[in-house]
């Protein structure tokens, strides 16, 4: 293991702890790791992981007001974090930004809707088409 740090992302602000916060999500899922990397993995890795204390991440753009766009930060997050420190990491976000996290929520929402994986996909699109040829028409 060559960083022994379990980081806790999320975009608020809030000043809680992270039991109050979180309840016992990460200890429980250090927990499900731990028994995991004993399991398949080798024992030395489990019992390291059991006495890492989950730390929340202080990043530059979290935001105390903002309680509507958790899933829109969490799939920035999942594209953008590969593991750096707080200070090195930047996922293109600022403190407040609604206009980038409209672009981001517009584009999240595109790939949902039009992805082949979606059973809807096809009839997702052709309502858009169907859409914008009313728009051009009036």
Not at 51 to 59: A, L, N
């Amino acid at each position: 293991m060559v960083r022994k740090r379990i980081d806790i992302i999320d975009n608020s602000s809030v000043v809680m702890t992270n039991e109050d916060k979180y309840g016992a999500t990460p200890e429980v899922l250090k927990d499900f790791l731990s028994v995991f990397l004993d399991d398949e993995v080798d024992l030395r890795y489990g019992a390291v992981v059991r006495r890492i204390i989950p730390r929340r991440m202080q990043m530059r753009w979290r935001d105390a007001r903002n309680k509507v766009d958790c899933g829109v930060f969490a799939m920035r997050h999942m594209e953008s974090f590969l593991g750096e420190s707080v200070t090195a990491w930047d996922c293109g976000l600022q403190k407040g930004d609604t206009g980038g996290l409209d672009l981001l929520r517009r584009s999240y929402m595109r790939q949902i809707l039009t992805n082949e994986i979606n059973a809807h996909h096809h009839k997702n699109i052709c309502s858009v088409v169907g859409y914008r040829d009313d728009i051009e028409q009036r």
